[in-house]
């Protein structure tokens, strides 16, 4: 039922195969999103989660998300407002 979305490495002295290569470009291409999104948060909000309890690190991701996506609204609201 689970399909793995771990990259796979190339054969040692072979070069990789195409089916492989395949494979790793269909997993990046999910991977890119959601690095993005973590990569503005830590850069952007400073997101550093060093709380007590999982409770408080629900608390600051869940806002930090928030926050992430009003950024994305007003972005796109001026993009649809210009073009």
Known sequence: MLKSRIHRRKPKGRPMPEQ???ANAAKSA???????VFAHQK???GLFI?????????AKLTL????????RLIFHQRCA???
């Open 20 to 22: 492989m290569a395949r």
């Open 30 to 36: 999910i991977r890119v999103r959601v690095e993005h």
């Open 43 to 45: 850069n952007r909000y």
């Open 50 to 58: 060093r709380t007590i309890g999982i409770a408080r690190a629900q």
């Open 64 to 71: 930090a998300n928030l926050a992430y996506n009003f950024d």
């Open 81 to 83: 407002a210009t073009g």
